[in-house]
């Protein structure tokens, strides 16, 4: 029996602000600090043997406080732009609650939980600095619907996650709530409608255990 372990990041300074955040790169709040602490604590005991998560810096961070608690610095760690959050184009810095009074609940419900809608685009993609200096510019996105996130995602947990399951190697993801949202639809195989209301929280743990083929034996996410 193998482990797959999910963990959002602890909450950011966007969180707390209640603006969209997506590629936007910000710090974990003091409470966010403390939720991956508590994180680390339910995951006491687990042999965890690789590390993944995005190149912003929330999940990086929530995932370094992790590993030091647990002391697994030594373990790998790989970081991949594809476990980024969704791309929230023009949308993001905006305050969730000001774009509700702007264009209505019903549109901003939409942008946030359907899995085909497309927020509002920027005009032109991220520049190619940092983590995306050699990413080609054609595959950065302007904003991004949860299935187009979902098309970056899942191919980065069968090509590079699964593999290491199948070895035997519990793993840890350490990333965003689209990311996990989307990698919940897929383990699960959860309905483009039904994944509306999966919600992930921060800092909470998800524990997948499977068989050898990778089936789900058991899992402590709680199903509404």
Request: aromatic content about 8%; hydrophobic content about 35%.
């Amino acid at each position: 029996m193998v482990k797959l372990i999910m963990v959002r990041h602890g909450q950011s300074t966007a969180n707390a602000l209640n603006h969209y955040t997506g590629w936007s790169d910000v710090d974990l709040t003091k409470e966010g600090i403390k939720q991956a602490h508590d994180a680390a604590k339910q995951l006491h005991g687990l042999d965890i043997k690789c590390v993944h998560t995005s190149v912003l810096k929330r999940a990086i961070m929530t995932a370094y406080i992790i590993q030091d608690d647990l002391d697994i610095n030594y373990v790998p760690i790989i970081k991949s732009w594809r476990l980024n959050e969704r791309h929230y184009g023009a949308l993001r810095g905006q305050n969730k609650e000001m774009t509700r009074n702007k264009y209505g609940a019903k549109q901003v419900r939409l942008w946030r939980r359907s899995y085909y809608t497309i927020p509002p685009q920027l005009d032109k993609p991220d520049p190619s600095i940092g983590p995306y200096k050699y990413l080609d510019r054609r595959v950065m996105p302007l904003s991004e619907s949860l299935f187009q996130a979902y098309n970056r995602i899942v191919p980065y947990y069968i090509d590079v996650v699964a593999p290491k399951l199948l070895a035997g190697e519990n793993q840890l993801i350490v990333a965003h709530g689209s990311t996990i949202r989307a990698l919940i639809k897929y383990l699960e195989n959860i309905s483009d409608k039904d994944i509306d209301g999966v919600e992930v929280e921060n800092g909470v743990p998800l524990i997948y255990e499977m068989d050898t083929k990778l089936n789900i034996l058991k899992t402590n996410r709680q199903q509404k």
